[in-house]
Every structure is written in structure tokens, then in C-alpha cells.
């Protein structure tokens, strides 16, 4: 747990960063209600997730997918952002760092609470495709479908895909190059709420360049912890305003504000 010696630490880690690029994955959202992957409570232990998110059995057979995931997808489309969240957002708007999101999760829970430069390199939920004509769709015109775990399918006939990446999709090849360059760019790389197990988007932190510190926050240890300059396993939507709140309690009057 993270002591207040740390916490101030933190602060003026976050205070000396102009440009801040964070990778962040299911763990993000726990605090928003939505299960992550692999902890206790998460997807692994209730559904078989690696078949429901198979693209060659989406294809076969849609009804699987939607009959597992239509219930959970609605209540994610209807999740609000968390505290950790509405901090990162923060970081940009309040004390002006130039932030920007590589984010694994599909929940668009980022941009909800206000973070403006995220890169969704698993895709997201939002939107649909249609499998047989390319038409896209907003996900929320289909609450009572998904509700009721009906296949959605667009007018021609063809079924809709979620726009995330199914496990045997490539990652969307312009989200993940705009991810690494902004690790590269960086010079403080966060890593929050993700074991870092899915590659390559586990390996986006590579990319950052020498000196540039890793900050991690997770729960649980991570497949990077030796890598990391600092490790918290620790809540993000308890850990990061603590931060924040020491930013502004170190902060000279009006003397972080409006830096853009
Ligand atoms: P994961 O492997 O489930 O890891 C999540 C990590 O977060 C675990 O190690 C937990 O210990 C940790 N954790 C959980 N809650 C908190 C918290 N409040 N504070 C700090 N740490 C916490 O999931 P990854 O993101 O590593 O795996 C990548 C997958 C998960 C991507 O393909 C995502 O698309 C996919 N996913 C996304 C969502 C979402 O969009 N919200 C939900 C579930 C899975």
C-alpha cells in the first residue's frame, strides 16, 4: 500500500512530466462495475472468454457470442467512468500534461470522462460492422436486442460485429503504431490495471526510451514489475487522486493550471 512518503513521491514524479503516456487494461474499469479478465471475479472464472472472443466461431455460430456477452455488453455501454479514470483525465485538463491513452479496454470509459488522445488498440464496443456489407452502426441503437442476447444483424440481412479485436483479428495497425510512438515520446510511462499478459499490446511499454520511468498500478503483480521503476498494488481509483491531491496541495496558486 502506497504510504503518504509515496504519494508525494508520486506527485512530484507526475509535476516534473510534461508528456505522459499510459497503457492501461481491464483493470481500469473494475471500479466501474466491469469485471476484468483473470482476477477472482473476472471473465476467465465465469465464462470461457478466449472461445466466446474466437473470430472463426463468431462467424460460425454469432448466436453463441450473443446470447454470452449480450447482457454484459449493454451494461457496459451503460458503465460511467470511475475515479481513476476522471484523474487521467485530469492530469490533462487541470495540471496540462500532454496525456495520451493506449488503452486495451473496449468500454470507450476513457474518452467518457473526458480524456481527449486515446488509442483503442483492442477496438471498442461502440460501434458495429456489418459482416456482409460493411455498414456500421451505433451499439446503443440496440439496447433491447442486446438485453435480450438476440443476434444483431444490419437491415441487408448480414449479422453485426462488435468493432473490437477478436482473438485471431490483427490490432488495428494505426491505434498501435500511434501507441508506440507516443511510449516513445514519453517521459513518464504509467501502466495501469493490466497484467500485461495480451500481446503485443503488453509489449507497448518496450518502447519507451531509456530513462524514461514505468509506473505501475495493479492489483495483483505484473509480467513487467521487474522492469518498473515503481510498483503499486494498490486500487487506481484509490491511488491516483490521492496523487492528484498532492499535486494541487504542492502546486503554487494558479502555477500548473492552463500549461497546454
Ligand atoms: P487482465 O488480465 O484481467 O488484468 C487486469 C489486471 O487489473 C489484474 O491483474 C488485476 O489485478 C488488476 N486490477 C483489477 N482491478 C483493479 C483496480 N481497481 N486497480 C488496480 N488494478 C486492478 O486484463 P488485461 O487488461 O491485462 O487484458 C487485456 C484484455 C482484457 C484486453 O483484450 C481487453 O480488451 C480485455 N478486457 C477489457 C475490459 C474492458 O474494456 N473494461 C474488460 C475485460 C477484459
Known amino acids: 500500500m502506497a504510504t503518504e512518503h509515496d504519494i508525494n513521491k508520486l506527485a512530484a514524479l507526475f509535476a516534473g512530466a510534461r508528456r505522459i503516456t499510459c497503457l492501461s487494461g481491464a483493470g481500469m474499469s473494475t471500479e466501474s462495475g466491469i469485471p ?46 470511475n475515479a481513476g479514470h476522471v484523474a487521467l483525465a485530469q492530469l490533462a485538463d487541470r495540471f496540462g500534461k500532454e496525456l495520451v491513452i493506449a488503452t486495451q479496454n473496449i468500454d470507450g470509459l476513457h474518452q467518457k470522462a473526458g480524456s481527449r488522445v486515446v488509442h483503442e488498440v483492442h477496438g471498442t464496443m461502440d460501434t458495429l460492422s456489418c459482416q456482409d ?3 456500421q452502426a451505433l451499439a446503443k441503437s440496440f439496447l433491447n436486442e442486446l438485453g435480450k442476447g438476440e443476434v444483431l444483424r444490419h437491415r441487408c440481412g448480414g449479422v453485426f460485429k462488435p468493432d473490437i479485436t477478436f482473438f485471431g483479428e490483427q490490432l488495428p495497425a494505426a491505434a498501435f503504431s500511434a501507441s508506440l510512438d507516443a511510449m516513445a515520446d514519453a517521459d513518464l510511462v504509467l ?33 513487467m514489475d521487474d522492469k518498473a521503476d515503481m510498483v503499486f498494488h494498490d486500487s ?10 498532492q499535486m494541487d496541495h504542492g502546486a503554487q496558486p494558479g502555477s500548473q493550471r492552463g500549461q497546454r
Open 36 to 81: 476484468d479478465y483473470r482476477s477472482s471475479k473476472g471473465l476467465y472464472n465465469t465464462l470461457t472468454s478466449e472461445q466466446v472472443f474466437d473470430i472463426a466461431r463468431f462467424r460460425r455460430k454469432p448466436e453463441l457470442f450473443y446470447s454470452v456477452i449480450g447482457p454484459l455488453y449493454l451494461s457496459i455501454l451503460k458503465a460511467q467512468p
Open 133 to 135: 456489407c460493411g455498414s
Open 191 to 223: 501502466v495501469l490495471g493490466t497484467s500485461l499478459q495480451v500481446y503485443p499490446a503488453a509489449s507497448l511499454p518496450d518502447a519507451r526510451r531509456d530513462g524514461c520511468p514505468l509506473l505501475i498500478v495493479n492489483r495483483t503483480p505484473t509480467a
Open 236 to 245: 487506481i481509483g484509490e491511488l491516483l487522486p490521492q496523487v492528484l491531491a
